[in-house]
């Protein structure tokens, strides 16, 4: 009895103490010209008829400095058809997002490989392609992401023409149009 009497005694006076403080924290974070988000930043991708929330990939330095800079817009959807067009007229690059496994199984010929799970993201990404270069990122189907988070990713960074190619792989091989093995794009 005496121990649960201590127990509760401890927490009467603990509460408040923590409340407090965490009050304070929060003011403190958001006068901090260093502050980190309370709320994860995300941008809204339209996929098909649906919204979604993706999350921004920034560090907290490149978001405050690009920000001020530029305004962000995410990146589109693209279909089967149109990134056949541009990849007919040569008009587009094409990232594949997939492993390297998975891309030198099989990928749409003339991609890069760029896989979303070896990305550093706290450093540049395509230095040296132009802002304005058309970029089309793909995986392997509806049931994969990655592309669209590459393409926010490309977005978030200044360029200003990507697409997401949600069909991707799958939808790719199935319409039977070019394709390549190996290492080479």
């Known amino acids: 009895m005496d121990l649960s009497r201590r ?17 304070f924290a929060v003011i403190f974070n958001g006068l901090s010209p260093n502050s980190v988000p309370l709320i994860t930043p995300y941008r809204i991708v339209t996929i098909g008829d649906n919204l ?21 817009h995410p990146p589109e959807e693209i279909d089967l058809e149109t990134a056949y067009k541009h990849f007919r007229n040569y008009t587009a690059i094409f ?16 991609a890069v490989s760029i896989p979303l799970e070896a990305l550093d993201f706290s450093r540049e990404v395509l230095p040296e392609l132009s802002r304005n270069e058309r970029i089309i990122a793909y995986c392997d189907g509806e049931d994969c ?30 319409a039977g149009y070019p394709a390549s093995i190996g290492d080479i794009p």
């Open 7 to 23: 127990t509760i005694s401890i927490l009467k006076q603990s509460v408040p103490a923590v409340f407090v403080v965490s009050i």
């Open 95 to 110: 990232i594949d997002t997939r492993s390297v496994e998975d891309y030198r199984s099989g990928h749409i010929s003339r």
């Open 52 to 72: 979604t929330k993706i999350p921004v990939f920034q560090t907290r330095d490149q978001m405050h400095t690009y920000e001020l800079k530029n305004n962000l």
């Open 145 to 174: 992401t990655q592309s669209i988070d590459l393409a926010v990713r490309l977005s978030e960074i200044g360029f200003n023409d990507v697409y997401f190619f949600f069909g991707g792989w799958t939808e790719w091989q199935n």
